[in-house]
């Protein structure tokens, strides 16, 4: 069996048949240098997103055929991260002997278990404030069916495969990138609040297109929209980051992130209909913020109160 750190050096002996001068220790780079990778980052992350992001979602995304340019279109954008991450390190010559970027088992089963426990604590406290904020129930009692409910969780649960895939693209251009660097220019609580507010804004194409969590006929649209993304991408942020650093490696972000981007929603098929999601989307992406704060927060705090060790 090969363990976490021969899988590492496997990787760092196979690095473009690039010699050990041309990298660079990413831990010797004056703050400028720093900005200046980070600008390259969001240079080319926010120029794909902003470029493919329009056209990868259809304007009625439940009657319109998604066509294969579509779905070009929409890896392009979801990669975009990592495509600026990839970039950015390559200008600079960071390369990737970063080990956060490989996974790392063993040793951090607390962590792992977390990446799971997290987003399920973050999708049933997003079910109850909907249950109280809408008034409402149980599905399978409004007709339904429970067998209609348990098919949803199945397929969502099976999504999550591909959420997994598509997520990888986010996750190594945030938390395996930009929050690392932010962190060093300007301390833990500016790359939670900075990281979440630059990764709320790379949401506008699908925001404005789709009315992505919040909906078309939220007030103020498509402001509104963009600043609870915002705060919602903080909390969330802090979430993420957190995994990171309990296991310092992308792998559990990256779970936590599939999980909630999928078996969350069929969480909340059991306290909604389809009919009054669709008329409350804008209350429902409101619950989602205040869930991601609620989450957030006290995972914010933690790494604040043990910064030394995680």
Known sequence: MISDNEEYS?????ELGLGDQWYQDPKTFSKKKVIAEV???????????????????????TETKISGWQNLYYYLSAF????GCIVARCAFREGFRDDSLFPKFIGNFKGYFMAFLLPIVFGII???LITF??????????????LDVIAAVSLYSSNAYIAF???????????????DKLEVLFG???????????????????????GLDFGKDAP??????IILMCVFCVGGGALLQLLKKLTDSVVAPIIAHAIIDTVCNALALLFISGEMAKDNQFAMGCCLLVSSMIVGIPCYLYMLRNRKTV
Do not use: Q
């Not at 904020?133 to 429970?146: H, M, Q, R, V």
């Open 165 to 179: 895939f598509i997520l990888i693209g986010e996750e190594l251009g945030w938390r395996g990138f930009l929050y």
């Open 188 to 210: 833990l609580t500016g790359s939670i609040v900075i990281g979440g507010v630059i990764w709320g804004v790379w949401h506008i194409p699908p925001l404005i297109t789709i």
């Open 133 to 146: 904020s809408l008034k409402a129930g149980f599905t399978f009692k409004d007709g339904n069916g429970i």
């Open 80 to 83: 975009s991260p990592a495509i």
């Open 39 to 61: 600008a390259v980052f969001l240079a080319v992350t926010f120029g794909v997103m902003m470029t493919f992001g329009w056209k990868a979602y259809p304007e009625n995304i």
């Open 126 to 128: 997003n079910c109850v």
């Open 220 to 225: 103020g649209f498509p402001v509104t929209n």
């Open 10 to 14: 496997s990787c760092k002996a196979i």
